[in-house]
């Protein structure tokens, strides 16, 4: 018993079998990756180098079982040869080609050139607050505002056909308004008048007793053909002060309005009316104030007129056209001795300030002719077309 005691301490027992986990058992086990212990000291140096085992790593496939690529022949798909340009890496082959980018400036813009203004539309038309010639008050001004108020625009009248036949033959009449102080004297051919002013006749509008255009008679959207209006009147002397109306203390204007219309106004001052003024030689649209500039003022001996031209659009006006009262091509026009002087689209934008536009003017009123006077001036009047200087027809 002592005898195997020593021997196991001496190491002399060869026929033991080693222990789990000691060295020996270590040094017969079948691991072939394992080292002894000294040989994996960090400190020590190792006494030969590391060979890799034979072979290749575990689960590592050989290069030899797979084939080696090959690039198809030509140039990959979407290579431009010619220039050398690739498509991006990793686009498909239907990638579209598209040439590297220039970048060359733009050409250079002067923008101190100044464009061509005579292709661009003419600049609306700028109103006047008050005219150079006015002797109207802002009281007269607001008490006609209040009888326009008061008294609406009457309907077109169903005028008799002997009646219409003798407006065409210029056998039209003239009314003297309360305001008008002077003569208003018939000549022997039909359509023709004289007139003569007092110089303290005030504001006056003369009107016909019949309209120059009827609705249901003259209507383009009656009728499918175009109407025109027009009448003359040629000055024969004015007040004192000078060869103009504009340097004389009087004025005469001419014009057309719809009825009612408060004579104690110049016509284009109100509601429903136009006219051209002789004495600034602007032009009124429902316009209270100051006018636009039109033409020049009137002189003794010039024959001056005004026309209307209503006619079916060509192309047919559209529902906003229809709501806001476009219905008809307007063509205003001004004369002097027998040449067309001006023109104007009846239809066009007028100022803010004349409340209503052209409400009356459109062609869906009776429309009369009128001629407005202040002061001292004598002229003839001429409704019939053989009397005319100018032909419109």
């Known amino acids: 018993m002592f005898k195997k005691f020593k021997d196991k301490i001496e190491g002399n027992d060869s026929s033991s079998t080693p222990s789990y986990g000691t060295d020996e058992h270590n040094q017969h086990s079948s691991n072939t990756y394992y080292a002894p212990p000294e040989e994996q000291q960090h400190n020590s140096m190792p006494t030969e180098k590391y ?9 590592y496939a050989s290069s030899s079982s797979k084939p080696e690529f090959t690039a198809p022949p030509g140039p990959p798909p979407g ?60 009281e007269d001004g607001d008490r006609a505002l209040a009888w326009t108020n008061a008294n609406p625009l009457w309907p077109p009248q169903n005028l008799q056909p002997s009646t219409h036949a003798a407006i065409q033959n210029g056998q039209l009449a003239l009314l003297k308004p309360p305001s008008y102080l002077g003569d208003l004297l018939p000549q022997p051919q039909a359509g023709h008048w004289r007139c003569r002013t007092d110089a303290k006749c005030r504001d ?22 175009s109407k025109t209006i027009y009448f003359e009147l040629k000055i024969t002397g004015i007040g004192r002060g000078g060869f103009s109306l504009e340097e004389a203390d009087a004025g005469i204007a001419i014009g057309f309005v719809a009825p009612p219309y ?34 020049t003022a009137f002189k003794p001996g010039e024959t001056v007129g005004i026309g209307m031209t209503f006619s079916v659009p060509r192309n047919p006006p559209s529902y906003e056209q229809s709501q806001q009262g476009t219905m008809l ?7 002097r001795n027998g040449v067309k002087e001006g023109d104007w689209d009846g239809n066009e934008e007028l100022d803010v300030r004349s409340e209503g536009g052209n409400t009356g003017l459109r062609g869906e009123s009776d429309l009369f002719p009128a001629v407005g006077v202040f002061g001292g001036v004598g002229f003839d009047i001429f409704f019939h077309p053989s009397q005319w200087l100018y032909k419109p027809y």
Request: charged share 10%.
């Open 51 to 59: 060979q890799a085992p034979p072979g290749p790593p575990p689960n």
């Open 79 to 138: 290579h431009d040869s010619a220039s050398g340009h690739a498509p991006p890496p990793g686009s498909p082959p239907s990638y579209p080609q598209q040439p590297p980018p220039s970048w060359d400036p733009p050409p250079y813009h002067d923008w101190t050139v100044i464009p061509d203004t005579a292709l661009l539309p003419p600049p609306p038309s700028m109103g006047y607050d008050n005219s150079p010639t006015a002797n109207a008050s802002a």
């Open 204 to 225: 006056s509008s003369i009107l016909t007793n019949l309209p120059m255009y009827n609705v249901i008679w003259d209507s383009p959207l009656n009728t499918q053909r």
């Open 262 to 295: 408060p004579t104690f106004r110049l016509p284009g001052w109100e509601r429903a009316s136009i006219g051209v003024h002789g004495d600034d030689g602007r032009k009124y649209v429902n316009d209270p104030w100051g006018g636009v500039d039109f033409t």
């Open 329 to 335: 091509n307007i063509g205003v026009f001004f004369t």
